[in-house]
């Protein structure tokens, strides 16, 4: 599975922005999906998954209200819709995908990784 993130820029604090990823292959409703971050000097962190028939989802707290995530199995694509950003949400966005349709939050149990869009959120 090969991913690609796409979306990111720069907004003001309080703004939106929808990422995307859109995956190769022909069976990407076998896949979790989930996105992740990693801020300057600190540590990948989970934000949010989807299972592969997108009807389970998790957030992490730091999230939770603000952002959705969604996929179209049809389009072998998720998204990360962020509204409400505030400056402590700028970091390296990530997609992963997980084989097997329960919803994981453990970033090492994700087998592909997209390679990153950045979003900056000013003050």
């Known amino acids: 599975v090969q991913l690609q993130a796409s979306g990111g820029g720069l907004v003001q604090a309080g703004g939106s922005l929808r990422l995307s990823c859109a995956a190769s292959g022909r069976t990407f409703s076998s896949y979790a999906m989930g996105w992740f971050r990693q801020a300057p000097g600190k540590e990948r962190e989970f934000v949010a998954a989807?299972?592969?028939?997108?009807?389970?989802?998790y957030y992490a707290d730091s999230v939770k209200g603000r952002f959705t995530i969604s996929r179209d199995n049809a389009k072998n694509t998720v998204y990360l819709q962020m509204n409400s950003l505030k400056p402590e949400d700028t970091a390296v966005y990530y997609c992963?995908?997980?084989?097997?349709?329960?919803?994981?939050?453990?970033?090492?149990?994700?087998?592909?990784w997209g390679q990153g869009t950045q979003v900056t959120v000013s003050s």
């Open positions: 989807i299972s592969g028939s997108g009807g389970s989802t």
């Open positions: 992963a995908a997980d084989y097997g349709v329960v919803v994981v939050t453990t970033i090492h149990l994700y087998d592909y």
